[in-house]
């Protein structure tokens, strides 16, 4: 006999409404069962006039996009595949640094709930257990002046066999389910406000709350790019959002990259 699906949490238009009533004015919210990419829906309600905050939201997705061209698991599990629209034009320094701000915010929100989280450079987020929890996927519009389209994957209430290799989630981390449309009020709250001080104070602030949230900080690391390999003790981020390495060569500064931490080899 095969078991029922599993029910999963709340997340309707009146879940998300009641979740965003606290101090989230003017999110507009799209919410589907399934959709190819809610990056590419996003793109596509900027080019029908989406206003700033807009925020697309689905269940599963069906040709979800990673970083570097691969592709993002989305099953329907009761996880959070979400994209938003940057309130305001991104210049070009900002395409690094915005992944970063959109950690800290995902990270924010995520320990709101009771879990513990660790950011990873430049764009995961990784559990107690060394997993990945979710990873952020920044994208420019086509149409008009480039505005940010900020895509968050979570995995939330993904059971430990609906789960790939070296991936977690935020019920396997803690032990209970998690309600998605509270987690994401907590997420748009927080993105609002590291948005607004990344607009009042630069972007020093987001970088000094990303390394207080930083995986392997001091510690010796691997990070394997375009350019090769280079290893090195992490020193942290600079104001492009660039990470800092010092190697046997001096300090060097890092736009892209898979980081690693090196063990004794
Ligand atoms: C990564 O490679 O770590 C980034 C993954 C980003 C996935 C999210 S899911 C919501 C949004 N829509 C997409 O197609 N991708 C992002």
Redesign the pocket.
């Known amino acids: 006999m095969t078991s029922p699906p599993e029910a999963h949490d709340r997340l309707d238009a009146r879940a998300i409404a009641e979740a965003l009533a606290a101090g989230s004015d003017g999110v507009a919210v799209r919410h589907l069962a399934t959709v ?5 829906e996003m793109a596509r309600w900027v080019a029908a006039g989406a206003g700033p905050w807009s925020v697309v939201v ?1 269940d599963s ?1 069906t ?6 061209g ?1 592709a ?1 698991s ?1 099953p329907p599990v009761g996880n ?4 938003v629209l940057s309130p305001g034009v991104a210049t070009p320094a900002d395409w690094p640094r915005l992944p970063i701000l959109a950690g800290v915010a995902a990270a924010e929100a995520v320990t709101a709930g009771g879990a513990t989280v660790g950011l990873k450079w430049p ?2 987020l990784q559990g107690p257990s060394g997993d ?1 929890l ?4 920044v994208e420019a519009t086509a149409a008009g002046p480039p505005r940010a389209i900020m ?4 995995n939330v209430n993904a059971g430990p066999d609906q789960l790939g290799a070296g991936a977690t989630s935020l019920r396997r981390e803690t032990g209970s389910r998690w309600d998605r449309a509270l987690l994401m009020g907590r997420l748009l709250g927080a993105l609002g406000r590291w948005w607004a001080v990344f607009q009042a104070q630069g972007f020093g602030p987001v970088a000094r709350a990303w390394e207080e949230r930083a995986l392997w900080l001091g510690a010796p690391v691997r990070v394997i790019g375009e350019g090769g390999r280079q290893e090195g003790r992490m020193l942290g981020i600079d104001e492009w959002g660039r990470l800092r390495l010092a190697t046997t060569d001096g300090e060097q500064r890092l736009a892209a990259g898979d980081v690693s931490l090196r063990t004794a080899d």
């Open positions: 190819d990419s809610t990056n590419a689905a997705q040709a979800g996009r990673g970083r570097r691969r993002w989305s959070l595949y979400m994209s764009n995961d990945k979710g990873g952020i996927l895509g968050l994957g979570l």
